[in-house]
């Protein structure tokens, strides 16, 4: 059973550094793309940053491009977001997501991580 | 870089009823890379239907959806209680996703 599990999130404040992780099971990461997805609450999804299938793509947001960092680790099959000098607009679930090649389409989605940026 | 507006924002109907929601890009876009999602309060994102039309696994075949070029379309034939919801269209190119704003199907 396909599993995706984040974890990290927390109440952080503004300029701090916080870093999530999204645990995979019942699939290999080094087989697909996977993204983070956040969404404010009670606002819609905002795609945040992506790793193609053998870690040699990846993209960012213009709004996070150069603070938000993503990676993952194929030994313990996780995905990381290292989010440095947040923002108040930061605050957000973050879900990971895997991504299904030729159509690109996100087919499990992981219950998401609360990061609240407040001082 | 391609934004999504979908139309209206919210949608209010009685079950039973046909819904069809709107999801308009701002250039041309490839079939195969349209997607919508389901999204109930508290829960993550539902896969509904990927490259415009097909159905994802174990999705009920009152969904439908079609389109091109510019404009895709959901439509749900009859309204169940479990289809209020949000519903967003994405559409994937040069490395991203991008969302459309989402419209809500309430309850009248």
């Given amino acids: ?119 | 870089e391609i934004v999504l507006s979908q139309s209206p924002g919210t949608l209010s109907l009685s079950p039973g009823e046909r819904v069809t929601l709107s999801c308009r890009a701002s250039q041309g876009v490839s079939k195969n890379h349209v997607t919508w999602y389901q999204q109930k309060p508290g829960q993550s994102p539902r896969l509904l239907i990927y490259g415009t039309s097909s159905r994802a696994t174990g999705i009920p075949d009152r969904f439908s959806g079609s389109g091109s070029g510019t404009d895709f379309t959901l439509s749900i034939s009859r309204l169940e209680p479990e289809d209020f919801a949000v519903y967003y269209c994405q559409h994937y190119g040069t490395s991203r996703a991008t969302f459309g704003q989402g419209t809500k199907v309430e309850i009248k």
């Avoid at chain 1, 080094?30 to 999804?45: C, E, F, T």
């Avoid at chain 1, 193609?52 to 603070?67: E, F, T």
């Fill in chain 1, 1 to 119: 059973e396909v599993q995706l599990v984040e974890s990290g999130g927390s109440v952080i404040r503004p300029g701090g550094s916080l870093r999530l992780s999204c645990a995979a099971s019942g699939f290999s990461i080094d087989d697909y793309g996977m993204s983070w997805v956040r969404q404010a609450p009670g606002k819609g999804l905002e795609w945040v940053s992506g790793i193609n299938w053998d870690g040699g793509s990846i993209d960012y947001a213009d709004s996070v491009k150069g603070r938000f960092t993503i990676s993952r680790d194929i030994a313990s099959n996780s995905l990381f977001l290292q989010m440095n000098s947040v923002r108040a607009e930061d605050s957000a679930f973050y879900f990971c997501a895997r991504l299904r090649g030729s159509f690109y389409y996100y087919d499990y989605w992981g219950q998401g991580a609360l990061v609240t940026v407040s001082s």
